[in-house]
């Protein structure tokens, strides 16, 4: 089965702290989606990305996070520097332009990050 | 803007029983689709169910079914003969087909009693 591919699984970092997560999407799938899950606000959209074009990044703290895709198989989400605040499970999915009311998008495992 | 909105943080149902899970959201767009994930403790995101909103035929999939009122922007999530591997979060979204935007509700947990 293809699969969204993230890493890493869990990370654990100090306040100020630069944070790095990746995401392998499926080979062929040209839009991909960052989000962030948290108890309080759910799955929070942060960024999505077309052809490794930011379509929308207006969910996403601009002055510390930021998002990328250097090629079609690697997508990443910087947080620097990291706070607290920034503790969540951060997903990236991935799928097919204007397929995804038929076919869906695929999730990856996520990260979970802690900042202590 | 658009909203997704999950009524029921929490829910319980006896095993065999079934439960229908609340979602309604806000758009003004005419072309767009539903979806409703389950994310179980592994917190895989696994898709259960999609509707396009230009069908009027409910979607199934096995146990899962929708009732999709379009007017009412109302998509419950019916599960029927609940099984305990049912426990799990449930998320409803909403996407929009012309940019593939895609925004979720914040959940409703379901416990399944045996």
């Known amino acids: 089965d293809a699969r969204v591919t993230q890493t890493p699984r869990h990370k654990v970092t100090e306040m100020g702290q630069e944070v790095t997560m990746r995401c392998q999407p499926i080979l062929g799938h040209n839009t991909v989606f960052w989000y962030r899950q948290t108890m309080m606000q759910g799955l929070e959209l942060l960024a999505y990305?077309?052809?490794?074009?930011?379509?929308?990044d207006s969910g996403m703290p601009k002055d510390r996070f930021s998002a990328e895709m250097p090629d079609a198989t690697l997508a990443t989400l910087k947080i620097q520097p990291s706070e607290p605040r920034d503790s969540a499970v951060y997903f990236c999915?991935?799928?097919?332009?204007?397929?995804?009311?038929?076919?869906?998008?695929?999730f990856g495992s996520g990260t979970r990050l802690t900042v202590v | 803007a658009q909203t997704v909105t999950q009524s029921q943080p929490e829910m319980s149902v006896q095993e065999a029983e079934t439960v229908t899970l609340s979602c309604t959201y806000d758009?003004?767009?005419?072309?767009?689709?539903l979806f409703w994930y389950k994310q179980p403790p592994s917190r895989q995101m696994i898709l259960v169910i999609r509707?396009?909103?230009?069908?009027?035929q409910n979607a199934t999939e096995n146990r899962f079914s929708v009732n999709f009122q379009k007017a009412a922007k109302s998509f419950s999530l019916k599960i029927s003969d609940s099984q305990l591997g049912d426990a799990a979060m449930y998320f409803c979204a909403y996407g929009r087909n012309r940019d593939d935007k895609i925004i979720f509700g914040k959940g409703t947990r379901l416990h399944i009693l045996p």
């Open positions: 990305f077309r052809n490794r074009a930011p379509l929308d």
């Open positions: 758009t003004s767009e005419s072309d767009y689709y």
């Open positions: 509707q396009e909103a230009y069908k009027q």
């Open positions: 999915a991935s799928g097919l332009q204007r397929t995804g009311g038929r076919n869906g998008y695929t």
